[in-house]
């Protein structure tokens, strides 16, 4: 029998939440913590005292002895340094002491998370600071206090901020706009994001014995098994005894910590699994999605399974994503981005969709580059994920509507049948009910726009610092020109229709994986930087640093020192991946090969003894030899290769892209047959089949 669960008591109930706050402070406290979320202004040190006072007592009664100031530096991880409240009382006893100061900042020092130059070691000192709008919680015996990280000048060295800061500014610009639609009670715009998380599941004990795996989070090698994912039933299957242990004590975890897990199956891949939550403003979507990365490690441990993360842990299976949800929406909950049923509501939601389609097209090489690591690359464009190419969905009944706008402005003397964008004039959007277009990168799914370009190891943050700052940028513009217009019915139906005119290339409803995509996205001028090393250029392109400078959501030198970071991270996960190759070669895959290749060797000198016929193990000797003597040389190329990867950090970027990355993947491919005629008992590690169908 199945224990009873009292979900609704479990949940949030290790979190400090706005509940417990207002249960636990004093209403004058609780009153300035709620100003402080509301409209950003700062604490006084005595709040600061009576907050962290009580956090301290509600985390003792849950377990805690120690804090950590928990943040999310440029690795993409969180990072956390656990602090007891011990506080001698000099007759050597002690007590238990948190202070106001203790939560607001904290002094990580942290000098070697990357910086990207923005910190010289003699003042390599990082500062966190609390982040009141995130929920401190309990676990394994420390209060988390969600913070931001920072360096000693002042510089962002971390994912959180420029969210904060990003979903700040499309507030304002997006609060502007609704003004002029005549909305008087809008405070605040937020930003809504739900973050899908693929994972793949393996057992531990094979995990262990795959130096990849372990080192790299992939697979280097391994033949392609018998069976693979053709027959989809893994997809929506029936969840495995053990797969189900584990997504049952994630929920419970997750729940306890205020995570809104939903949905779990199966999904596409061998192996492989989906987690959904309900969305969330984005700041607690970021918050959360990195804590549910970090718990589902933690949980498959104990389930002895090994939880990965990685963009494609298996060649010729689907690897994972992150499915970014994203809308915006009023602070009483109406979304920005559903269309309605009064003309004045579709006007809005047309001019919020002009801004999306405008921005994306202006800046679809920043959107590709927030996506852009050494693992993704082998997701996009593989044909079981977006290719690399921005292009946004929108479904044929917009499709109609935005091409009516287009073409009613082009004949605007005959009255009759024309699309007039306007307050009073806009005639109901219908329900879309295609199907949606699972090739898209960002697909229009009726409220919200799917993102789907995300690797499933990535933080979400950046993305979402993206479409935010653009669309923050393009409603600035909107309103800039609307607060001006006489007649605003008249100026909102010119903005709309120039917008759409002029951005309607961004707009792809047919299958994102197709070639003629590649060959048509040309013709339209749209970018399609295929790699990494192609995509990181763009993150400091003149337009895009002033996009993100104007509206303060980095500084240049934040925006350089990111890029030097992604470029190092590059250059550094290639490095691994190319050494991690040339171990396994040379210590595992040679040697088996060649311990075989001497065993049919010794078979053909007894049966040639014998009369026996040995056409068999001649053939696969001449194979194996072949193949062996190709893998050496591959071996000698790949040496060669990364003993002249040029200094400069941009160049070599290129160069494992275009001189290391070709050798390894030559080396696989006699690797990977060697694997194929060897016997299974001489095979150094667990084979495809192994890991995928334990
Ligand atoms: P799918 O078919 O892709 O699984 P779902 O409708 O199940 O789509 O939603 C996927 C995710 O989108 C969930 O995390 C859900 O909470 C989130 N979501 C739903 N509505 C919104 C919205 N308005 N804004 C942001 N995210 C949303
Ligand atoms: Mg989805």
Known sequence: M??????PEMFGSDVFNEATMRQRLRETVFDAWKACIADGSQLTLEVANEIAEAMKIWAIEKGATHYTHWFQ???????EKHDSFITPTGDGRVIMEFSGKELVKGESDGSSFPNGGLRATFEARGYTAWDPTSSAFVRDGSLYIPTCFF???????????PLLRSVEEVSREAVRILRLFGDTETKRVICQVGAEQEYFLLPKDLYAKREDLRLTGRTLFGALPPKGQELDDHYFGTIRTRVSGFMKELDEQLWRLGILSKTKHNEGAPCQHELAPIYTDANTACDDNQMMMSIMKKVAAKHNLVCLLHEKPFAGVNGSGKHNNWSLSTDSGKNLFKPGKTPAQNARFLLFLAAFLKGVDEYQDFLRCTVASASNDHRLGGGEAPPAIVSVFLGDELNAIIQSIIDGTKYEQEDSGMLRVGVDTMPPIPKDTTDRNRTSPLAFT???FEFRMLGSSQSISGPNVALNTIMA?????????LEQAEDFDKALHELVCEVFTNHQRIIFSGNGYSEDWKQEAEKRGLSNLVSTADALPAYIAPKNVELFTKHGIFTENEMRARHAIHLEAYNKHVAIEARTMLDMAQHQILPAAIHYSRALCDTVGTKRHVGASHRAESALIAQLSGHTDALYDT????SDVMNSVPRDAEQASMYYCTKVIPVMDQMRRHADVLE???????????TYSDLLFY
């Open 473 to 481: 940028e393009e409603l600035h513009q909107f309103a800039d020109r």
């Open 73 to 79: 530096p440029m690795t993409g991880i969180t990072a």
């Open 635 to 638: 071996v000698e190329a790949l």
């Open 446 to 448: 009726g409220n919200k």
């Open 151 to 161: 360096s000693y000048t002042g510089e962002s060295l971390d994912k959180k901020t």
């Open 676 to 686: 194929d005629l060897t016997d299974k008992n001489y095979w150094p590690y667990p």
């Open 2 to 7: 199945n224990e009873i669960l009292n979900v």
